[in-house]
């Protein structure tokens, strides 16, 4: 039986077969495939590599999703088994080339674009998680000082969830914290995974213990949103634990992690906001991040605040300073009105 490794460079070789398979509603431009993203909606963000030392590489540059092409199998496709993934390559490896098409051109031949969106990829992982309480997400979560997860419905863990190694091809699975993406509207998106080390020791020894699964962009992980009545005020940042420090002593806060700074740049506003609180992160990408979208909520009439912690980041006053020292610096940065309504007296 074909090795990980082995079988994403037995797809690569025959890359374009790949895409035209999988992403039918792309095309090629010189030695690349350009396509809209994963689940094969037209445009140009998705470049795979057709030849050369990266043939059958790809980034999406909209969402910073990236692989070789079992990792672009899995995904178009909605897998998340591992061997849901082989079973699937083994199956389009054994079947007849058809000889390339045209530019320009569609033929009776070429399979037609499939309908698969992301939302039901993510559904799929967050129906095999259970809840946070009790588990190791929820330990790992309060050695970080935050206390409150597991009454965040956004929030779930999984106990097996599978990794893939995209440098080595090798394929493991850890206990992984899980955290469901929704749009606006509510519905989820995407998930955002962060793999733990199954002897409680932090995060999961690899070199990616956290990415994203499905639609990003302009959505995030929400919480203490209400089902109905418009959001008037709200907090938004990067990352999950930083926006969880602040929902700690802020709960009834609607808050958003938008998890990277380009994400962050892009994040859609809910209707009726008219003041938001963006967590300052202290490095260039977050700092581009915040900038760009200030600029967009004053465009759309919000007013931007920002929040800055007195360390690191807002996790690092919750564990370090504690959660009346983090209350107090809070205090200083919100209006009074919102001061009034989301810290303890």
Wanted: charged share 25%; aromatic share 8%.
């Amino acid at each position: 039986m074909l090795a990980a490794s082995d079988m994403a460079d037995r797809l690569a070789q025959d890359a374009e077969a790949v895409c035209r398979h999988y992403l039918s509603a792309g095309r090629r431009a010189g030695n690349y495939w350009l396509v809209g993203d994963v689940d094969n909606n037209k445009g140009r963000s998705l470049y795979v590599h057709l030849a050369g030392p990266r043939a059958g590489r790809w980034t999406d540059a909209a969402t910073g999703q990236f692989g070789d092409l079992l990792d672009l199998v899995r995904e178009t496709c909605g897998l998340v088994d591992f061997r849901d993934v082989a079973d699937e390559a083994r199956q389009f490896l054994s079947l007849p080339r058809a000889k390339p098409l045209s530019f320009g051109k569609r033929d009776s031949d070429e399979p037609q674009p499939i309908e698969r969106p992301a939302s039901e990829r993510a559904r799929r992982l967050f129906r095999m998680t259970q809840p946070l309480a009790g588990t190791l997400a929820d330990a790992y979560l309060r050695k970080r000082g935050i206390l409150r997860a597991s009454t965040h419905a956004a929030l779930r863990f999984h106990p097996s969830c599978y990794y893939r190694d995209f440098v080595t091809g090798r394929t493991s699975s850890y206990p992984a914290l899980i955290a469901a993406v929704t749009d606006p509207a509510g519905a989820m998106t995407g998930v955002h995974r962060s793999w733990l080390d199954p002897d409680g020791d932090g995060k999961a020894k690899v070199d990616d213990p956290r990415r994203a699964l499905g639609g990003l962009l302009g959505n995030g992980v929400r919480f203490g949103f209400p089902a109905i009545a418009p959001v008037s005020v709200m907090a938004a940042g990067e990352g999950l634990e930083t926006m969880l420090s602040l929902s700690h002593v802020m709960p009834e806060m609607p808050m958003v992690a938008a998890l990277t700074a380009n994400h962050l740049a892009a994040f859609r506003f809910p209707p009726g906001c008219r003041r938001i609180y963006i967590a300052a992160d202290a490095d260039a990408a977050g700092r581009h991040g915040i900038e760009g979208f200030s600029r967009r909520a004053q465009e759309e009439g919000i007013l931007p605040l920002v929040l800055s912690p007195e360390l690191g980041d807002f996790n690092e006053d919750l564990r370090w300073l504690g959660p009346d020292r983090l209350t107090a610096s809070l205090k200083a940065q919100l209006t009074l009105e919102d001061a009034m309504a989301y810290l303890p007296a």
